[in-house]
């Protein structure tokens, strides 16, 4: 059974564009579990334009579901999250200046970093993931490091949905497929949104979480966060 996981980033970046605490994330994060999110995911960055270190600290105590801690794994945020223990730990190789994550590791070239990585994570007893694009090289790279999860990058999938979705989903269902013979959990996430994650989580049958944020806050702003993720749950629940 897939689970859906929110991503506040977006209630933080709202709030901090007015530096005071409007919207309450803290308050926001409670009412979105309420409503019946299974996860809650943050993405802190180095330069905590959105999500900021102290958010993460504050939110240990108040996420109840799972809870999911994304980012490049620079010296700062390794120190958070081995101080935090959440749930799990998704590795995203996001650049400081990008608007937001545009790519999946390279599991092949960065193969010892994220193997150390992720053995640093895994002995606090941490469940670790890492963000990849949906290419057979690619998993089996984030197999070799000892990853427990994929997360495939699926911009690329909402990207071309309209267009084409068989054509668009045949990579996500090689990849998840990999995953699954080498024993790997698949995560997916990025652009997904009320209009494409029904095909997605229909056509992968070993989906077991979806984060999202951009598009469910957006959906929100006509229909409401209460409606809103029951509207997700009903497309993803099979
Ligand atoms: N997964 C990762 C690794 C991300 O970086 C993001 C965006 O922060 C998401 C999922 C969620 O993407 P979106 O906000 O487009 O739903």
Sequence with gaps: MTILSVN????????????SNVPNLLKVTEDIQDFGAEGITIHPRPDERHIKYSDARMLKNIVKSEFNIEGNPIPKFMDLVLEIKPDQVTLVPDKIESLTSNQGWDTIENHDFLKSTIKKIKNKGIRTSIFVNPEINMIKGAHLVGADRIELYTE???????????????????????????????????????????????????????????????????????????????????
Excluded: Q, W
Excluded at 8 to 19: D, E, P, W, Y
Excluded at 164 to 188: Q, T, W
Excluded at 212 to 230: D, F, K, Q
């Design 8 to 19: 506040v980033n977006k209630i933080a970046t709202l709030r901090n564009s007015r530096g």
């Design 156 to 238: 690329p999938y909402a990207a071309k949905y309209e267009k084409n979705r068989d054509l668009a989903i045949k990579p996500y269902i090689e990849a998840s497929e990999k995953a699954y013979d080498l024993g790997i959990g698949v995560n997916a996430g990025h652009d997904l949104s009320l209009e494409n994650i029904e095909f997605f989580s229909k056509k992968i049958s070993n989906l077991l979480e979806v984060s999202i944020g951009h598009a469910l806050i957006c959906e929100s702003l006509y229909l409401g966060l209460e409606n809103v993720i029951p509207m997700y749950l009903g497309k993803i629940k099979k």
